[in-house]
């Protein structure tokens, strides 16, 4: 299976700002989900949003999915020092149900 | 309801030794699956077990080995122990149906090989 990417590898923003994290996959996928991970932990599920959605809010959670140009976005408003972790994006894709991991993106949420 | 469980958090061990990690799904949860998770590599999928059977498996060689029991707990086996496989070793469980491979994931295995 081929690892998706995430964009960018690393933020550091200011608590109340915005955080946009992006994911680009190869194939064609059955659904994403987003997870997060605090510094050597394990992992948290945050969203899952399905090839057919467009769009799925979760609290201050925003995730697009554009299946046309295989990405997706995970915004989180009015960000937290809390939110500081590492997240993925994660795809089951073709007949497989196992989801692949993209690499993370770091965000450090500066109070 | 309890989440998912792995033990030993931490280990130490030495090459050419062998370990044994353990994960106690949620209840309910009949799928578990293994990841290996290291600074380099990211999260790679090991295998994974559905009723006591491996129903899908990574790209990792045959020292790593596992087992899912009647209750659904699994343990995952990896033999003569090389430097490289020092990382945190992460196990999630979900319901295991097709249609929704939502997974929750354990607190991890640190292993640290000398």
């Known amino acids: 299976s081929q690892q998706g990417e995430e964009d960018p590898q690393a933020l550091s923003i200011q608590e109340g700002e915005n955080a946009t994290m992006n994911c680009s996959y190869k194939t064609s996928i059955n659904n994403l989900q987003w997870y997060r991970q605090n510094s050597g932990r394990g992992l948290v599920h945050l969203i899952l949003?399905?090839?057919?959605?467009r769009e799925k809010h979760s609290g201050r959670l925003r995730v697009t999915l554009d299946t046309s140009k295989k990405s997706s976005s995970l915004l989180i408003t009015a960000s937290r020092a809390a939110d500081t972790a590492s997240y993925f994006c994660a795809y089951a894709s073709g007949g497989s149900y196992i989801p692949t991991f993209g690499r993370g993106t770091s965000l450090i949420v500066h109070p | 309801k309890a989440g998912v469980t792995q033990t030993p958090r931490y280990l130490i061990k030495t090459r050419g030794q062998q370990v044994t990690l353990s994960c106690s799904p949620i209840?309910?949860?009949?799928?578990v699956s293994w990841y290996q998770q290291t600074p380099g590599q990211g999260l790679q999928f090991l295998f994974e077990y559905f009723s006591e059977t491996q129903r899908n498996k990574g790209n990792f060689p045959g020292r790593f080995s596992g087992r899912q029991f009647s209750n659904s707990r699994s343990e995952m086996n990896v033999s003569t122990l090389e430097l490289g496989d020092s990382a945190l070793y992460l196990c999630a469980s979900s319901l295991g149906g097709q249609g929704n491979t939502e997974a929750f994931f354990g607190q991890g295995t640190r292993l640290t090989v000398v």
């Open positions: 209840s309910g949860h009949r799928s």
């Open positions: 949003i399905r090839s057919n959605e």
